[in-house]
């Protein structure tokens, strides 16, 4: 081996487990949540093209690949199953262990990806920049997400340019008042005054029907 050359040892699953807690919650963060949460990264490895996996310690991974991003619970990932000509194939979860620690969760990852690809482009049709489609959960969650979407942008075109950049940043792309008036160049409270005054001129508008699209009010 040429002098100072650095061996990089890899964790594998096994090892990981070990620097991680298991999650107690049984619904799985958003990329974003999980990111906000400020948990300790235990390990990180860049897979080329666009692709990283990072390992957090509190049980799950985060996998980005170009524009597509996705969480995986590490300790939920078992024996992996697929499908070929002759049937359903399984990888036993034993064989994992010992393998990199990524390797299993790129198979999961990747899965999620492709699955939520499927979602997006069979049960709905349209582009919103605000929407991580490799995040949602299921097709029926996406399509009452969908719906609310569709409903919003209707909203949209009966505020002032200002109260639809508020109310498209707070309700479709979940930011704080704080990150909002940051970005806009104004105060906390014009932020929620604009937010508020908005909401007033849907409900003349429109009437109390409308207040199912603010998940937030």
């Not at 949460?37 to 985060?62: C, F, H, P, R, T």
């Not at 029926?140 to 639809?164: C, F, G, I, P, V």
């Amino acid at each position: 081996m040429p002098n100072g050359r650095k061996v990089v040892v890899m964790m594998t699953l096994k090892e990981l487990k070990l620097r991680m807690s298991c999650p107690k919650a049984t619904q799985v963060p958003t990329v974003k949540a999980l990111r906000e949460m400020g948990v300790s990264v235990v390990d990180q490895i860049d897979l080329g093209k666009d692709g990283v996996m990072i390992a957090y310690e509190n049980g799950y991974a985060v996998y980005c690949s170009g524009k597509h991003s996705t969480v995986v619970p590490v300790f939920s990932a078992g024996a992996y199953v697929y499908d070929q000509a002759e049937g359903k194939q399984e990888i036993e979860e034993s064989y994992f262990d010992n393998q990199d620690w990524y390797v299993r969760m790129l198979l999961e990852a990747e899965d999620r990806i492709e699955q939520n690809h499927y979602k997006k482009t069979h049960c709905v049709s349209y582009d919103a920049e605000s929407e991580d489609w490799a995040e949602l959960p299921s097709s029926s969650t996406a399509e009452n997400e969908y719906l609310k979407k569709e409903a919003m942008k209707e909203l949209l075109d009966l505020l002032t340019e200002r109260q639809r950049e508020v109310i498209s940043m707070y309700y479709l792309q979940g930011e704080t008042m704080e990150a909002i008036g940051k970005y806009l160049g104004i105060r906390k409270q014009a932020v929620d005054d604009a937010r508020r005054r908005a909401v007033e001129r849907c409900r003349e508008k429109l009437g109390e029907s409308f207040l199912e699209v603010f998940d937030n009010e």
